[in-house]
């Protein structure tokens, strides 16, 4: 399965970095897959607002979550990594919440050690659950997963709550119960960044959030402090934000979109991207003959 959890741990033990474009439903997905990416992220705060319109706050249920994660590994040929957040509850649900992504197709994901009500790892005022918690957490996902490829990814916030010191020593914990890499969110420097590398041995996941804390440093560079995996979680989803917001604007401000055509891709590249034609060829057999 070229998709599949195996396929994801090749790509860590490969010598390259494995760069993951940030989807948030089953169509940006394809669009980031074109672009010739070798894995997909599924991000969680974003995918709760294409589904419910509302905030990066742990307010998506599990079930809605399986069924986006779902339809993004339909669709894709690439391992598809997804944000577990805080693992839906307690361990219990944390395991169900690793047999159901394993059955949606799900090559791997991060759990968090936020509380409830979570926040965007970049915004302020978030807050932690206790470590040994946590960790109870990450032995339930690495108990769950029937596929021993499966990638758990532990993932501190605490940088921003109680400092470097304890994020560390947090992430070296989650390691030990059992984690395959490393996710301490929102470093704020390069020497944080490197900090985190040296003291915690395990592959790391650094996340790119234009705005955000972290600095969005060139892949080449990221490599070189010695992350293994990078995810761009906003970047899609921020084009096409300010996008929609200005082709509405014209269309307010002029009554037509005729201005801003040659800023839209053609509605043939749509068809031909999902390739409607082949699907609608292929269906012509279920059709009745004299219907057609």
């Known amino acids: 399965m070229t998709n599949g959890p195996r396929a994801l741990r090749t790509l860590l033990a490969g010598p390259d970095v494995v760069v993951a474009p940030g989807c948030y439903d089953a169509f940006s997905a394809v669009v980031a897959r074109e672009a010739g990416f070798n894995a997909v992220y599924m991000s969680g705060g974003l995918s709760a607002t294409s589904l419910c319109g509302m905030g990066d706050i742990g307010i998506r249920t599990l079930s809605e979550l399986v069924l986006q994660a779902r339809h993004i590994c339909n669709v894709v040929d690439v391992p598809v990594i997804a944000d577990g957040d805080a693992g839906y509850g307690g361990p ?10 394993e059955d949606a197709g799900v090559a ?24 040994d918690e946590h960790v109870l957490r990450i032995r339930a996902a690495v108990d769950a997963r029937r596929n021993p490829d499966f990638v758990i990814i532990a993932r501190t916030d605490a940088v921003a709550v109680t400092g470097l010191d304890d994020a560390i020593a947090r992430a070296q914990r989650y390691v030990e119960a059992g984690a395959d890499v490393a ?35 060139p892949i ?38 005729t201005g801003f055509a040659d800023r839209m891709e053609p509605l043939t590249e749509w068809s031909g991207l999902l390739q409607t034609d082949r699907l609608l060829r292929d ?8 219907a057609r």
């Not at 936020?114 to 932690?128: A, E, I, M, V």
């Not at 604007?249 to 009554?255: D, V």
């Not at 269906?283 to 004299?290: A, F, G, I, M, N």
Request: net charge positive; glycine share 8%; charged share 30%.
């Open 92 to 101: 219990v649900n944390t395991f169900r919440l690793i047999r159901d992504l």
């Open 108 to 131: 791997g994901l991060h759990l968090e050690d936020q509380d409830l009500p979570r926040r965007c790892g970049h915004l302020s005022g978030k807050r932690l659950v206790s470590a």
């Open 183 to 217: 996710f301490i969110e929102a470093l704020e420097t390069r020497e944080q960044m490197t900090r985190a590398i040296r003291d915690v041995k395990a592959p790391h996941l650094a996340n790119m959030v234009e705005g955000g804390k972290t600095p969005n440093l």
């Open 220 to 257: 080449r560079e990221l490599a070189d402090i010695g992350f293994k995996l990078v995810i761009y979680p906003w970047s899609g989803f921020g084009a096409a934000f300010k996008a929609m917001r200005a082709v509405w604007a014209e269309l307010r401000r002029t009554g037509t979109t």
């Open 283 to 290: 269906y012509e057999r279920y059709v009745l003959p004299d």
